[in-house]
């Protein structure tokens, strides 16, 4: 019973590392996804804004 109890207590330990792990892998693969998609993103982005500017300044 004791050595039950004892391994339920270690793979508690075990989860709980496990899920920070988890959560710091999900995190680097976002930042990635927005360091790989900004770049991309932000080219478009600018240019529909030079569009809108140029809209409002009556130069377009």
Known sequence: ???MQLSLA???V???GQ???E???ILSLVA???AVALPALGNN???KLQ???DELSGTG
């Open 1 to 3: 019973m004791i050595v």
């Open 10 to 12: 270690e793979l508690w």
């Open 14 to 16: 075990e989860e709980t």
């Open 19 to 21: 899920g920070m792990a």
């Open 23 to 25: 959560y710091v892998l």
């Open 32 to 34: 990635l996804i927005v």
């Open 45 to 47: 982005i600018s240019a």
């Open 51 to 53: 569009v809108i500017a």
